[in-house]
């Protein structure tokens, strides 16, 4: 059975060129041109990826992204004309899992949605740990929920993933490029800097104090570690 792809643009050459661009590599293909009708669409059918525009009249694609995001685990490619890491920011904040800026090589969208789709078969044939603790800090994995010394935490899906990477091997430093790959599951070009948001919005809600956190560590000059507990 053809994998199904969700296309939302509301610029039909490009709706054209994607869509014969990935019907010729075997996926299925629907298309819509505003963002209600992505929105209805995805509620509606049974796809395995989404890609959207960000620019689109009724709803935008990063209020559709959200509001999949809030039900589900639907992997999601944004489409932007801007070039900003504000921009990206925000796009994987609403819960995307990758973004492409315009204009771009088809060819080059093509393989990021096949690349998506790998790792998402491959996620379903592995079988994580349920659960991981560590300071104080509990995280499911199954219903992708948070708890800190025994209080429920409300996180993005942002800020839940990179919690994970962080959580999932205590005392092992990540750079700043590897946690914007995590999470942008993708190679990342643009600045590093844009870890330091992510960290900062995620120290919020788990740091007994933010001007000296204990948890999640600075690593001067190259990036980020969570504490070991008894460190």
């Known amino acids: 059975m053809p994998e199904r792809i969700l ?3 509301d610029e039909p050459a490009l709706l054209r060129s994607v869509t ?4 010729r590599e075997g996926f299925e293909v ?13 509620q509606a059918e049974r796809y395995d990826l989404a890609i959207l525009d960000i620019q689109m009249p009724e709803l935008n694609g990063l209020e559709v992204c959200r509001q ?8 999601i490619i944004l489409l932007t004309a801007r070039d900003s890491e504000m921009d990206t920011v925000i796009g994987l904040e609403a819960g995307a899992d990758d973004y492409v800026t315009k204009p ?9 949605v096949r690349a998506h789709l790998r790792r998402r078969r491959l996620d379903a044939s592995e079988t994580p740990p349920a659960r991981l603790a560590q300071s104080g800090v509990r995280i499911d994995l199954v219903s992708r929920s948070v ?11 942002a800020e839940f993933d990179l919690l994970h ?3 999932s091997s205590p005392g092992r430093v990540f750079t700043r490029r590897s946690i914007m790959e995590h999470l942008w599951r993708t190679p990342f ?8 948001a992510h960290i900062s919005n995620l120290r919020r809600k788990i740091e007994h104090d933010t001007s000296r956190p204990d948890r999640i560590l600075t690593v001067r000059s190259v990036g980020y570690k969570f504490a070991a507990d008894g460190s």
């Open 165 to 167: 990477l962080l959580v």
């Open 189 to 196: 070009f643009g600045d590093e800097r844009a870890a330091d």
């Open 68 to 75: 999949i995001r809030a039900v589900s685990t639907l992997p």
């Open 30 to 42: 629907d298309t819509v041109v505003d963002g209600r009708a992505a929105l209805d669409a995805a």
């Open 20 to 23: 014969y661009a990935l019907s």
């Open 147 to 157: 708890e800190v010394d025994d209080a429920p935490v409300h996180l993005t899906a």
């Open 104 to 112: 771009f090589s088809v060819a080059e969208l093509v393989g990021r």
């Open 7 to 9: 296309l939302a643009d």
